[in-house]
């Protein structure tokens, strides 16, 4: 479906069902299909399946494994996610380096989350190329799996869509006569309505009504909108006369 | 502790006190602490103090309002998360621009979830300035709602990590209550001069003025003069009768 089905997500020893529910809810959201599970202490299971909210072909699809080697086999790439820090340090990226690494290759790769409480083993580690660690807080560092699984799998996805085309503007723009023919009409108004005369007139005031419309950026629409307000002040002012 | 205290994450009518609890800890592994509840379903919760799972002070400082008002009112700035396209297209951002502008001042400024079901509700957006769609894949775009905020606080956290210390304001801001009072002005005034009436009250009229002014963000000063141009029109109504 996207360039990521090379990318495969393996949840090591996951304790909480309800995490792999919400894992395969954040791949799926982000275009990721590919699960593996290592040694889950319960599954399937209906917890998984109501936090899934609707990925569960994900879960469906899923493949379980006894072993982290067979779950990675295939993999040319192997990182591994960790917040601790570590005596042996790895080569370390952060989400967006990832996400550059894996979206410039389409050799098969595996991203590891570790079990809640513990993390990663060494040993998991000892089969990684690189270590993952996701920029946070370093008091509160505690990121649950599922949301750790949201960020990686985000920056993959931005990564995997990159330069998308900037966005249109809805509507075509007031062009500068336009905005000019306004300011006319706006000046014009604010006379008649007296809050510009002889005595304040002070050309700053209509250099602050300037600013606040060309920062604002009108659609040619707005702009019509808003000369019907000044048209419906001039009409009230007719009457009077 | 970070400079990411000026920002508050609001969410509005959370169905499932677990999401405020995982909401809690998303925000604190990003040093996130300012969080307002508006109408929760159930709050306090011991579910919600289980999920936030060491964030417990985040929930403990939480305040419940009523209603969006009140929980705003106090911010220049209010940015709205939205997985729906909508017919009014307001200004977008992604996470990674959201967190550029956050970073870029340090007024106040709030980012709003709506309920897990529905979303924001059109008259929620009507109190934002832009609109936050978290890119992913169109074919299932059901991301959690703690998820949507651990990636939208993870890109804040980024974007403050390498930020260099936010310029002060040249001028400050209008909160959204000034706001609030203005647009009822503009719609009273508008009433008077017979531009809006009853057969022309169109909701999405006002609807397409807040998206102007809203776009602007208005400093304080230049909402005076914008009001003290209604007034103008005012007195030359009551004249009339």
Redesign the interface.
Known sequence: ??CLSHVRIVLVGTTHPGNIG?AA??M????LTDLALVAPRVFPSAEAVARA???DDVLAEARVHQDLPSAIADCALVIGTSARPRTIPWPQLD??ACAELLTASSARAAILFGPEQSGLSNEALDRCQFVLR????P??????V??AL??VA?EL??AA?RA?PP?QP?APLANAAQMESFYQHLDQT?HG???LHEKKSSPS?MR??R???N????EQ??LH??R??LN??Q???N??E
Do not use: D, H
């Open positions: 479906m996207t919400a809810r954040a799926k959201t982000m275009g909210a609707g990925a989400p967006r996701i920029p946070c807080n008091r509160f560092s505690s990121l649950n599922a949301a949201q960020v985000y996805w931005v869509e998308p966005p809805s604010l309505i007296r809050f005031l602050r009504l600013r606040i419309f920062r604002a950026r009108l629409e707005e909108i808003l019907g307000i419906a002040v009409r009230q002012l009457r009077q």
